[in-house]
T-cell receptor, first 116, second 113 residues
Framework: AQKITQTQPGMFVQEKEAVTLDCTYD???????LFWYKQPSSGEMIFLIY??????QNATEGRYSLNFQKARKSANLVISASQLGDSAMYFC?????????????FGTGTKLQVIP | NAGVTQTPKFQVLKTGQSMTLQCAQD?????MYWYRQDPGMGLRLIYY???????DKGEVPNGYNVSRLNKREFSLRLESAAPSQTSVYFC????????????FGPGTRLTVT
């Protein structure tokens, strides 16, 4: 079974609108960490936001927020006020405790295109 | 600070040739990783190292070997390259904690003909 599932291969959003990128995960461990990374066309991987499984509040970093629904095992990324520079691949990832925090599993990514 | 550096940036190999991808980080991180990225597959973990002197297999280790030379350096070796190993390879490092985000190198684009 896939540990991280991103069901949207590609998405379009109008500039200045908000967009939600979906991520569901699969783990039986109560302690884990969830991450989102951005990969622009230039290829580098950029860390965006982190959510711990015990965190009570949804994580936020500027225009990025993580909609964490633990019971549904979802960790959706919300980008508010989209900008042209947000066009990129976005990857959801999970770090699990039983692996000694070392193994990080990535989803297959969502390609976001922001339309002017 | 340079962060995570990788060499080379590009490489073309013939089937059966060998090569080593080099990775170094200057952030004093204990954990280091090698991933490969293929279209539609996301990033798949090849090997990781929790600390100097230790290495463990990830999801797709076949055809690769690694060496954690010291705390800074983590190399990936292809002993006998195959066309299926054509990919973009990323090295990453992080602190060893649940919230430790990974810092990635710029990647190596490898083509095996």
């Amino acid at each position: 079974a896939q540990k991280i599932t991103q069901t949207q291969p590609g998405m379009f959003v109008q500039e200045k609108e908000a967009v939600t990128l979906d991520c569901t995960y699969d783990t039986s461990d109560p302690s884990y960490g969830l991450f989102w990374y951005k990969q622009p066309s230039s290829g580098e991987m950029i860390f965006l936001i982190y959510q711990g499984s015990y965190d009570q509040q949804n994580a936020t970093e500027g225009r990025y927020s993580l909609n964490f629904q633990k019971a549904r095992k979802s960790a959706n990324l919300v980008i508010s006020a989209s900008q042209l520079g947000d066009s990129a691949m976005y990857f959801c990832a999970m770090r699990e405790v039983p692996e000694g925090y070392q193994k990080v599993t990535f989803g297959t990514g969502t390609k976001l295109q922001v339309i002017p | 600070n340079a962060g995570v550096t990788q060499t080379p940036k590009f490489q073309v190999l013939k089937t059966g040739q060998s090569m080593t991808l080099q990775c170094a980080q200057d952030m004093n991180h204990n954990s280091m990783y090698w991933y490969r990225q293929d279209p539609g597959m996301g990033l798949r973990l090849i090997y990781y190292s929790a600390s100097e002197g230790t290495t463990d297999k990830g999801e797709v280790p076949n055809g690769y070997n690694v060496s954690r030379l010291n705390k800074r350096e983590f190399s990936l070796r292809l002993e006998s390259a195959a066309p299926s190993q054509t990919s973009v390879y990323f090295c990453a490092s992080s602190v060893s904690s649940p919230g430790g985000e990974q810092y990635f190198g710029p990647g190596t684009r490898l083509t095996v003909t």
